[in-house]
């Protein structure tokens, strides 16, 4: 009777292939899921893990909340983040003392000198891409979240200076652009500022444009 | 013995020429078609739009494969065999258009009158197996010797059970000649020979996909094992020969199996050959939906179940064939 109890078990069993051709019919009429690139474009972009950027501070946008301490760099296994600190502003000249000071007279020698004031903006900041593993060490270690993945899906190029990014004329760009934006929302006249907030089409632009380029150009489009 | 006069022979001649560019025209035509459907069904079954670029919803996309694929350099492997590895791929496509010499797609619209014609058809399908044994071997490749010898163990194997599911039908109408065959079935669908013989319908359709190498018994390509199996070796057009000659053999298989099983070209209010097509691209777009729902069968699987089911299932078949046949 095992015999005939097998044959009959694997007869049934072959009611798994219709159930497998229903599960394809019903995938077949089903709406597609794939974005057609050229035409669309992604739009759940807030886990894609890009390149770093810098992020402003809350009151200045276009300087960035970077302390130069140096951990991101030192703890990149790839070594592509290179910084260097600001130089701080020459030293304003020793005040002159009046011929006749009033006051206690100091002797010039036990006088606190004059104190440099310490400039912890970074002078620069610059990632090269090429070598960049996408770890995410540095911006598990900012001290301050100065840094965050950006959302450029898209990012392609020719050559690989185009994978060295200057990032903080990056978070300049993006803070005029931003700034633009939010200050003239809705006026046709600053629609090209407008596409440029669009991540695709301001990648495009990402080039050496410095905050007085964008207001520039944005009251170029108040006038128009 | 009876001479034929001039005059008779030019006729057959004309004929059968004419027929035969038709046929390469519709082989060639069908080819870019059912290319570009395969993959839209792929596509749409695992929700993605498929070829879209290449004109109105990428219809024009296997053109331009086939113009880059023509374009292409002929690459011998070393240490192959170049003359059975450049033979192979036409050993596979030359038998197609004997394939299609006796289909009759209408009422006295055929190439070839013959009363043996599904001997013919079943005689040249076999020639299939030796393209893909000698391009396997010739290419000194261990995946095209691999997929060589799977394609020889497959197709030997599975004839068997094609013949005697064929063999039913032959048993009932007396007949090898697929005219004949038709005109014995009706015009709607509780005439044809599938409801007397559905055990041989769906028998016969397995066989064909395993004959013409389609998934789930895709063995002797096996992507992801063989890499490409016995056309690994082969670029641009010797590539696109054994595509041709595959999707050629697919569209003979569902021309075959319209014609024993569902009444052939016969149909109600359309004429003939568009029954037949319709009947044809119905069965292929079967073969398509089971290519992109089952997963490829693992190589004892194919044997036991051919040997263990198929062969058995038929054999009772055809018994019972010949017992009814005899009583009635």
């Known amino acids: 009777m095992s015999v005939v109890y097998d044959i009959a078990k694997k007869v049934a069993s072959m009611w798994s292939l219709i159930v497998g051709l229903r599960v394809t019919t019903k995938n077949f009429f089903q709406p597609q899921v794939t974005v057609h690139y050229p035409r669309q474009s992604v739009d759940n972009l807030s886990t894609f893990r890009g390149h770093i950027e810098l992020v402003g501070q809350p009151k200045d946008p276009a300087t960035p909340r970077c302390i130069t301490c140096m951990l991101c760099a030192t703890v990149c296994p790839s070594q592509c983040i290179s910084i260097t600190k600001a130089k701080a502003p020459p030293p304003e000249p020793a005040k002159k003392l009046p011929d006749h000071a009033e006051g206690p007279l100091v002797p010039p020698e036990k006088a606190e000198p004059p104190k440099a004031k310490v400039i912890k903006t970074p002078g620069s900041f610059e990632l090269n891409f090429n070598t960049c593993s996408l770890c995410g060490m540095c911006v598990q270690n900012c001290p301050v979240s100065s840094l965050r993945f950006s959302t450029d899906v898209y990012a392609a190029g020719f050559s690989r200076q185009e994978f060295e990014y200057d990032l903080m004329a990056r978070l300049r760009l993006q803070a005029a652009v931003l700034g633009v934006a939010a200050s003239q929302v809705n006026s046709p006249a600053c629609e090209d500022t407008l596409e440029r907030v669009d991540p695709e089409k301001y990648r495009l632009a990402k080039g050496p444009l410095t905050q007085a380029d964008a207001v520039t150009k944005g009251k170029r489009g108040q006038a128009a | ?328």
């Open chain 2, 1 to 328: 013995m009876h001479i034929p006069m001039l005059g008779e022979v030019s006729i057959e001649l004309i004929r059968l020429v004419l027929g035969l560019v038709l046929l390469a025209a519709f082989v060639g035509g069908n080819g870019v078609v059912l290319v570009w459907l395969e993959r839209k069904v792929a596509g749409h079954i695992q929700r993605r739009p498929g070829p879209f670029e290449v004109g109105p919803h990428g219809l024009l996309q296997t053109l331009a494969d086939a113009a880059k694929m023509v374009g292409k350099q002929l690459v011998t492997p070393a240490g192959a065999d170049k003359l059975l590895f450049w033979l192979a791929p036409l050993l596979a496509f030359l038998p197609v258009f004997v394939l299609f010499l006796p289909i009759s797609w209408g009422e006295g619209i055929f190439v070839l009158e013959t009363n043996l014609g599904l001997v013919l058809i079943l005689a040249f399908a076999g020639i299939n197996v030796v393209a893909v044994m000698v391009g396997g071997w010739a290419s000194n490749n261990k995946y095209g010797v691999l997929g060589a010898a799977r394609a020889v163990a497959q197709s030997v194997a599975y004839e068997i059970p094609l013949l005697l599911s064929v063999l039913a039908i032959s048993f009932m109408t007396g007949s090898l000649d697929l005219n004949r065959i038709v005109e014995l079935q009706g015009n709607w669908p509780w005439q044809w020979n599938v409801l007397v013989q559905p055990v041989a319908f769906v028998i016969y359709f397995i066989c064909g996909l395993a004959e013409t190498n389609r998934a789930p018994f895709d063995l002797p390509e096996g992507e992801s094992e063989l890499t490409a199996g016995f056309h690994t070796e082969y670029s641009g057009m010797g590539f696109g020969l054994f595509m041709l000659a595959e999707y050629a053999n697919m569209l003979v298989v569902c021309g075959v199996a319209s014609i024993l099983f569902l009444g052939g070209w016969k149909g109600p209010f359309l004429p003939g050959p568009w029954w037949l097509l319709a009947k044809m691209y119905a069965l292929m777009a079967l073969i398509m939906w089971c290519r992109w729902t089952f997963p490829r069968v693992r190589f004892d699987q194919l044997l036991n179940f051919n040997w263990k089911w198929l062969i058995p299932i038929t054999l009772a078949n055809l018994f019972l064939t010949a017992v009814l046949v005899k009583v009635f």
